[in-house]
């Protein structure tokens, strides 16, 4: 079985088990959802802000309208 090594803590898991990202044609492993957020943290804030302000934007609206579209959805079942 194929195990890969999680990039911020070394700890060692298998296929399936922990996060595998791929950005901008890098593959980036995480043992956990933990280390993941503290990569990735990391990246936000050492991109230039001006790079990541359109997809910031565009993240906050998707998770915006998936809330509302859940809220709306919950009322009906009411
Ligand atoms: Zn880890």
């Known amino acids: 079985m194929q195990y890969y090594t999680c990039m911020v803590c070394g700890r060692k898991f298998y296929e399936g088990q922990g996060i595998i990202l791929t950005i901008s044609d890098k593959k980036l492993y995480f043992h956990s959802k933990g280390c993941a957020y503290k990569f990735l943290r990391v990246v936000i804030e050492n991109s230039n802000t001006d790079c990541i302000s359109d997809s910031l934007e565009i993240t906050i609206k ?15 079942k009411i």
């Open 62 to 76: 998707n998770f915006r309208e998936k809330l509302e579209s859940k809220s709306k959805a919950s009322e009906k």
